[in-house]
């Protein structure tokens, strides 16, 4: 297998023929994107678009923890009078929109971005353009929330935004129809990166990685856009039916004339669940890969893992009453939804219990990547927990919509995606600089976020069940809840600070950081076996695959594939299960027409908050874009 | 690179700036005590032909906002002003929705008609609803015809459909077409 | 900041009391027999997840603190101790499995003894959501037996009472923690729920689904006393209004009949006949105003019409034009209205 012979037909330069510096410079020149303004637009290499992603996605998230920090302020003490219902009410929906729409689910998609084609040893993701298409919009997707925000036209409805407060009726003018295009505008963005990652995963993997070699990462990911295919489009159903409602007066959710309102929730949390696994799968494939690197062994039970992040996959699908068990649904519904809630722990569980057993089974070293996982070991397993009490129907009456939830579903998604997250940044943050980041600020960090974290969260779980709603911008002094607010604001901000640290690491290892070197873990995966930062081609030559964790098998040299053409963007397209090279395949050029077909239908997503006939006009000048952005080369293989 | 973010951010902040001032909330009344003092033409005969033109500061702050003309929407059928004007049809009191205005289709004249009452059943509601609110049923009363803005003239209500939403309506001077 | 956090953790501890006397709109502290179902099943599944959670911890970090030789090569695996680590996980997942068919099974269980909770002709209570107060509405077979009032409900203790729940609005949620779990208030169809009381005694519950500005200031009381008592003061709720007794009484009815309070609410037995806003019939008779946004006082009751905005921003209630004077009337008018 090794050093296959790809079949080599078309002329022109072969990869073949060259030495190693032709080669790099016969690459470079194919592959880089090109300098000034025009080049940086038309960019369609994934490690450039991905890195713009986790940036835009940071600067997010710092906007989104302000918003946290300043709705603990105001509830640091009872009826105190910082900010008025009105701002608070746009506090909290924004973060809640900002944390979920324009940081989670675009920083786990981007982190894939970069790594799956580096991971499965391709030289483009699938589908570049349409890859960089996708940033264009989620970036205007942010903007419109965030400058709607500034204009006092935040959402004031919660990330949930439920009829009838968010219809025509209940919210007037413009804030509830910035929060159903926000939606648009990133599940477009989603949808887009996850069929390209598809694609990706199944037709561009290096020669011999057949599925049983494939990194639990990529299969998290891989799982992930399946989840995120079939969730997205029904919250883009909901908002839409929505807009329509409040615009051109359709009576969708109007119980009056015949509407449903409960129908909204419905398609909200057959999205709202997946979502949810949508953060947390491509975490376990974070967490897969730090314990596998730094428990110096391979995962015990790889099999086990793949199938519960499938099964977790699947099930994320069946559960999504149990966010409206109090809307008085049918009692054997309710119950069946109780057992399917349960079920989902069988999944995890095992995925917590192989982790487990290849810490015990290696040889782990600490570092702070492996801290992190540590962490989220101790706070995702509490936090799963406590969604285990959330499942069952009774129980979840007196806990739903307290802060009990608030807490449970922060020690799911910071201890479960956020913690992991960090600990990849540690973990790759090499590959994507050449350089280490510091391991005692990194340390610091870790400790302030954890004790942050716990004293921000953990007292929420009492709140909850001494009868504190969510979503209140202010309580009674009565009531007692004065101290423990006050604590866990304290907790809050030593969680903002340890994030101001991670953003001085960030920025001071970018300059001052030790050089990495190719592979500084002495990892097993692919994407170590290029040097750091990769160059615009990914690999010199396409490696080839014979075991689950190639570089630890192949310690001496990696074997390679050679064939490809170095004049011209090419790829090898593998079989889907086996990982037979099968033909060789033109990647996308860069091109501008990506971002002007963003900016096309980012106008035209922006202007039908006010019109109806936006949609059509905005149609042609889409249509022109997409024609430019198809328009054929004249090369041979369009014919 | 960082051009592009900053232009389109300055390009969505116009786009939606528009929109921005019909979005304020304020319900406390400033100053919190003190009616607005106006004039009020109580005839339509005028020396010259043109009616004499009454401002006031609070026209502008409610005339053409999405929140307090959603408010008055709401007090429009909490104080029973169908009993009259039926969703704006008319019925015992004049229609609401089209083009013909006896004292006037200003905010002022509207929030006058209200406040003071006008002859042949329009009582006087000066003392039984605070001026804010007047001015609230006043600005939605003048959503009713399409006159104003659509962004900021409310959607439909969730009961049954008497007529249109005021935001699909159509200028009832105009009839949508450009005069 | 990492020291003050966690001297004030220790400062905190002995404050986090582990059950009972946590307030009068505590789940842990339960007033009812559903609610002390739901205690008790609380209780249970904390205790049992915590179980599991320490076991889960301590396995990881005793695996973590197990001496090893060093850098050994990656792929020499110990086959035996794999072997005996799959044995262990299946064991593991075996008893996760065990464990969710002993909880659904509880959950199921614990759901239906909370819905046999009932009796023979409850009182009947309607209740309906508007933003952001509660409408009560005594159901009786005789008109003039039904009664209305707001943002309080009087319940007999020891006896089931049914509570049809609905929202004439946005969506809200019924809650009161020491009695019962929560329900929806959803507009087109209707909820119901029965509350029961073990005892007298008056228990806070609070709007639990987020409906617009005030969903912070929508509370209620429950207050359940022995059966004469209530029947007593459902008779006296029946009742019209007192009439004003003293000069300042009657200005203060006067200035309500005249002024915008007319417009929205309703005293029985007055020409004040609105249903927008809550009923005041026997407004003085009640434990708060504005939905339990504030104790009933005359102090707080002049406060709170004076300037409703600034206690209640964006809540219905308008800010009126009175002057000190006739300030004072209505609120003496308003007082005596027991």
Same mark, same amino acid.
């Given at each position: 297998m090794s050093a296959a012979d790809l079949?080599?037909?078309?002329?022109g330069i072969r990869?073949?023929? *060259?030495?190693d510096a032709s080669l790099h410079r016969w690459l470079t020149s194919t592959w880089e994107t090109k300098r000034g303004i025009i080049g940086a637009l038309s960019a369609v290499d994934h490690k450039v678009i991905a890195r713009r992603y986790l940036i835009t996605a940071f600067v997010f998230l710092c906007l989104g923890g302000l918003n946290a920090v300043t709705m603990r302020l105001q509830l640091?003490?009872?009826?105190?009078?910082?900010?008025g219902p009105d701002l608070y009410n746009q506090l909290f929906a924004v973060h809640g929109m900002t944390m979920m729409f324009l940081f989670a689910v675009p920083i786990v998609q981007a982190t894939g971005i970069y790594l799956v084609p580096l991971m499965v040893g391709t030289r483009n993701i699938a589908f570049p353009r349409l890859n960089a298409f996708s940033y264009w919009i989620y970036l205007s997707g942010g903007l419109f929330l965030w400058v709607s925000f500034l204009l006092d036209?935040?959402?004031?409805?919660?990330?949930?935004?439920?009829?009838? *407060?968010?219809g025509p009726e209940f919210s007037p003018g413009k804030r509830a129809d910035v929060w159903a295009q926000t939606i648009t505008y990133t599940e477009v963005s989603s949808l887009a990166v996850a069929v390209a990652t598809i694609v990706t995963i199944f037709k561009?993997?290096?020669? %011999?990685?057949s599925l049983n070699r494939m990194p639990l990462y990529v299969w998290a990911m891989l799982v992930t856009s399946f989840v995120v295919v079939f969730a997205m489009p029904a919250v883009m159903i909901a908002s839409t039916f929505l807009i329509l409602d409040r615009l051109? %007066?359709?009576?969708?959710?109007n119980p009056a004339e015949?509407?449903?309102?409960l129908l909204f929730q419905h398609l909200f949390w057959f999205f709202g669940h997946p979502e949810v696994y949508i953060i947390f799968l491509p975490a376990t494939g974070m967490v897969s890969a730090i314990i596998v690197t730094f428990a110096r062994r391979? #995962?015990?039970g790889y099999l086990a893992l793949v199938l519960s992040v499938i099964a977790v996959g699947i099930l994320?699908?069946?559960?999504?009453v149990h966010h409206m068990f109090?809307?008085?649904?049918a009692k054997v519904g309710a119950s069946f939804f109780t057992a399917s809630s349960m079920l989902i722990a069988i999944p995890n569980g095992l995925q917590i219990f192989c982790w487990v057993a290849t810490l015990w089974g290696g040889r782990p070293k600490i570092g702070t990547p492996l801290l992190f996982v540590l962490g989220f070991f101790f706070i995702f397993v509490a936090g799963g927990l406590t969604g285990v009490m959330l499942a069952s129907v009774p129980l979840d009456l007196q806990v739903h919509d307290t802060y009990f939830v608030v807490a449970h579903f922060h020690y799911v998604l910071?201890?479960?995606s956020v913690f992991p997250l960090m600990g990849a940044a540690y973990y790759w943050y090499p590959k994507l600089t050449g350089r280490m980041m510091s391991e005692r600020m990194g340390r610091w960090h870790f400790w302030l976020a954890f004790i942050g974290f716990n004293a921000a969260f953990f007292p929420m779980h009492i709140l909850g069940l001494w009868g504190m709603p969510r979503r209140v911008y202010t309580y009674p002094?009565? *009531? %007692?809840?004065g101290n423990i607010n006050l604590f866990i604001t304290g907790g809050a901000l030593v969680l903002f600070f340890s994030f101001v640290l991670f953003t001085i690491n960030l920025v001071w290892s970018a300059r001052r950081g030790e050089p990495a070197g190719d592979n500084p873990w002495d990892a097993?995966?692919?994407?170590? #076996?290029?040097?750091s930062p990769p160059?615009?081609?990914?690999?010199a030559r396409i490696p080839v695959v014979t075991h689950l964790e190639p570089l630890w098998a192949a310690r001496a040299e990696l074997p390679v594939a050679a064939g490809l053409r170095v004049d011209a963007r090419e790829l090898v397209i593998s079989t889907?299960?086996?990982?037979?090279?099968?033909i060789r395949e033109k990647s996308a050029a860069p091109s501008i027409w990506p971002l002007f077909a963003a900016i096309a239908v980012g106008a035209t997503f922006l202007w039908s908050i006010f019109t109806p006939w936006a949609v059509v006009w905005g149609a042609p000048p889409i249509a022109i874009a997409l024609i430019g952005w198809f328009w054929p080369k004249g090369e041979p293989e369009d014919e | 690179m960082m051009r592009k973010p900053a232009s389109l951010a300055i390009g969505l902040a116009l786009a939606v700036l528009g929109g921005c001032q019909r979005e304020?909330?304020?319900?406390?009344?400033?100053?919190?005590?003190?009616?607005?003092q106006q004039a009020v033409?109580?005839?339509?005969?005028e020396p010259g032909g043109n009616r004499p033109q009454f401002s006031n500061p609070k026209a502008a702050q409610f005339e053409g906002n999405a929140y307090h003309i959603s408010q008055g929407k709401t007090l429009f059928s909490a104080f029973n002003c169908?009993?009259?004007?039926s969703n704006g049809g008319g019925g015992m009191g004049p229609a609401?929705?089209?083009?013909?205005?006896l004292y006037g289709n200003s905010i002022e004249s509207i929030h006058a008609s209200i406040r003071d009452g006008r002859p042949?059943?329009?009582?006087?509601?000066g003392r039984l609803i605070p001026d804010d609110q007047l001015w609230e049923l006043a600005a939605y009363v003048k959503s009713m015809?399409?006159?104003?803005p659509s962004a900021a003239a409310p959607g439909r209500n969730d009961?049954?459909?008497?007529?249109?939403a005021e935001n699909r309506?159509?200028?009832?001077?105009?009839q949508g077409r450009t005069p | 900041m990492k020291a003050t956090g966690l001297h004030r953790a220790a400062a905190l501890l002995p404050m986090i009391?582990? +059950?009972?006397?946590?307030?009068?709109? +505590?789940? @842990?502290?339960?007033?009812?027999p559903a609610a002390s179902e739901l205690a008790w099943l609380i209780w249970f599944f904390t205790g049992l997840c915590s179980l599991i959670w320490l076991a889960v911890m301590i396995v990881l970090i005793w695996g973590l603190s197990k001496r090893r030789g060093d850098?050994?090569?990656?792929?020499?695996?110990?086959e035996a101790g794999d072997r005996k680590a799959t044995r262990v996980v299946t064991g593991a997942v075996a008893a996760t499995v065990l464990m969710m068919i002993v909880l659904s099974l509880l959950s199921y269980f614990s759901n239906r003894t909370i819905a046999a909770i009932g009796g023979q002709n409850p009182v009947t209570i309607k209740l309906t959501g508007h933003q952001w107060w509660w409408e009560v509405r005594y159901e009786s077979d005789q008109p003039r037996r039904t009664l209305t009032t707001a943002n309080e409900i009087h319940i007999p203790a020891g006896e089931p009472v049914r509570v049809v729940l609905s929202s004439t609005d946005v969506i809200h949620s019924f809650w009161v923690p020491a009695l019962h779990g929560k329900k929806d208030l959803i507009p087109g169809f209707d909820n119901e729920l029965t509350l029961k009381a073990d005892k007298p005694g008056v228990y806070r519950g609070q709007c639990?689904?987020?409906?617009?500005?005030q969903h912070a200031h929508m509370a209620l009381m429950v207050v359940a006393e022995p059966r004469e008592a209530f029947d007593g003061w459902y008779n006296a709720q029946l009742s019209n209004a007192r009439q004003p007794e003293t000069d300042e009484q009657r200005a203060g009815h006067d200035l309500f009949m005249n002024?915008?309070?007319?417009?929205c609410h309703k005293i029985q037995?007055?020409?004040?006949?609105?249903?927008?806003?809550?009923? @005041?019939?026997?407004?003085?008779?009640?434990?708060?105003?504005a939905a339990g946004t504030l104790h009933m006082s005359r102090g707080n009751l002049a406060a709170w019409i004076a300037d409703p905005q600034s206690v209640?921003?964006?809540?219905r209630m308008p800010t009126m034009n009175l002057s000190g004077d006739e300030l004072n009337a209505v609120v003496a008018y308003l007082e005596h209205l027991k």
């Open positions: 079949p080599a037909k078309s002329k990869d073949t023929s *060259l030495d640091s003490g009872p009826e105190r009078g910082l900010i036209m935040g959402p004031d409805i919660g990330w949930f935004a439920y009829v009838p *407060l968010s561009q993997r290096a020669p %011999g990685m051109v %007066g359709t009576q969708i959710f015949g509407g449903d309102a391979p #995962a015990f994320s699908f069946g559960l999504w109090a809307t008085g649904i910071i201890g479960g002094v009565d *009531l %007692g809840w097993g995966t692919l994407e170590w #076996a290029t040097s160059p615009s081609y990914n690999f889907v299960a086996e990982g037979h090279p099968d | 304020e909330r304020e319900t406390r009344p400033e100053p919190v005590l003190g009616e607005s033409p109580v005839t339509a005969l169908n009993g009259c004007h609401l929705m089209d083009e013909k205005w042949n059943g329009m009582p006087t509601f015809g399409g006159n104003v009961d049954m459909m008497a007529r249109p309506m159509p200028n009832a001077a105009t | 009391p582990l +059950s009972g006397c946590t307030g009068i709109q +505590s789940a @842990l502290d339960p007033k009812g850098r050994a090569e990656p792929l020499d695996i110990d639990a689904e987020f409906c617009g500005a002024r915008p309070c007319i417009m037995g007055t020409k004040a006949a609105a249903n927008t806003g809550p009923d @005041l019939t026997h407004l003085a008779g009640r434990q708060t105003i209640k921003p964006g809540a």
